[in-house]
């Protein structure tokens, strides 16, 4: 990475977040692209996007590379995650952020829109427990327009198939474990790097004082999401991408 002690290289720290992400879920890109042909199938080339949990902003990096004619709010709470993202997205007028909780019932309330075309989210829900979740998408079910789409990609495994799971869980981890001996930061490093980074030490701090080392949340199956996203108020919802640990689930308002 970039010598980062003055002023900060964003985009070098987008690029070692993604590099810490992908050790983790090395067809992360294969996710964001079957997302990105959802959202232009379904709601068009300039679509009004709110970015959930947007963490440093990897969805609407992605969004505006595809399809520069879209505009993208982002929420989070990760105070040293959000810096990143304002610090990337400076200047940029297709894209805003709001500092917000989603587990407060009225953190919609900070949004500059009442409706959204589409509303994505990745590798970030997983950290809510399923009651809080629920309400979430009951919420959403009223911030996607009509015909608009929500989806969540995500760390959704089938409990139906333990010994699957199981196998799929060594042999990735045997993978994760070669990549590490060859340098790949995993979780703990790139938070390391931040803690020690003179303009990301403080948000880091605040961040571990609201969720401690990790969030403790519920990986629940695909096809909970898929009930749970009719019930508040989606017309369809299905997966349209899936690896042996992770889904793509997407519902149709």
Not at 41 to 69: F, H, K, M
Not at 156 to 176: C, G, L
Not at 195 to 218: N, S
């Amino acid at each position: 990475m970039a010598d980062m002690t003055t002023r900060p290289d964003w985009q070098a720290w987008q690029r070692s977040w993604d590099r810490q992400q992908e050790w983790y879920m090395p067809d992360r890109e294969e996710r964001f692209r079957v997302m990105l042909d959802m959202v232009e199938a379904l709601v068009g080339p300039a679509p009004r996007v709110l970015d959930l949990a947007c963490g440093t902003g990897s969805i609407t990096t992605r969004l505006l590379d595809r399809l520069p004619a879209a505009t993208s709010v982002g929420v989070d709470l990760d105070p040293a995650l959000l810096t990143i993202a304002r610090g990337t997205f400076a200047g940029d007028e297709r894209v805003s952020f709001v500092t917000a909780d989603l587990k407060d019932p009225a953190w919609a309330d900070r949004l500059p829109a009442a409706s959204y075309d589409a509303v994505l989210t990745a590798t970030a829900l997983h950290w809510m427990h399923s009651g809080p979740l629920a309400a979430l998408y009951g919420r959403l079910g009223g911030l996607v327009r009509e015909g608009g789409v929500f989806m969540n990609a995500d760390h959704m495994p089938d409990p139906t198939t333990p010994r699957i799971n199981a196998a799929e869980r060594a042999h990735r981890h045997a993978a994760m474990d070669r990549a590490k001996e060859a340098g790949a930061l995993d979780w703990a490093d790139w938070w390391d790097l931040a803690a020690e980074d003179p303009v990301l030490a403080e948000p880091t701090a605040r961040r571990f004082e609201i969720y401690g080392e990790h969030a403790d949340g519920e990986t629940m199956p695909a096809e909970w999401h898929q009930r749970v996203l009719r019930e508040s108020g989606f017309a369809e919802a299905r997966t349209v991408w899936s690896s042996p640990s992770d889904a793509l689930v997407l519902a149709l308002r």
